[in-house]
């Protein structure tokens, strides 16, 4: 794992993100992905990358790899709660609020 390509990827992302180019951010984070896909800040950053171009199933596939990775953070399970319920705002998938509540159940438990 080269870190410091993965931070710099991060960093270009950021700006990329702050420039309104979200898909050339999702890239850039793809490609830090592809050093190390277990890069937490790179799942969770693509997580609000994917709501924000209201593509929810990738958004809450990122959200719930960070959970995989690290499942006794407790911010991490608040975080999943939290896309589950963007989720269910933009497709009013019932699906989504039962597994908001399960996540924010787990929150509450590490």
Known sequence: MNEDAILALEKEADQL???GKLTEAIEKLNQALELDERFVRGHMAL?????QLEDHSKSCQHAERV??????D????SAL??????AFEGTRDPLFIQKAEEAM???RMN
């Open 47 to 51: 997580s609000v990358l994917y709501h």
């Open 74 to 77: 407790p911010f991490n399970w």
């Open 81 to 86: 709660s939290v896309t589950y319920q963007r």
């Open 67 to 72: 959970v995989e990775i690290e499942p006794e």
């Open 17 to 19: 993100k702050s420039d």
């Open 105 to 107: 159940a787990k929150s």
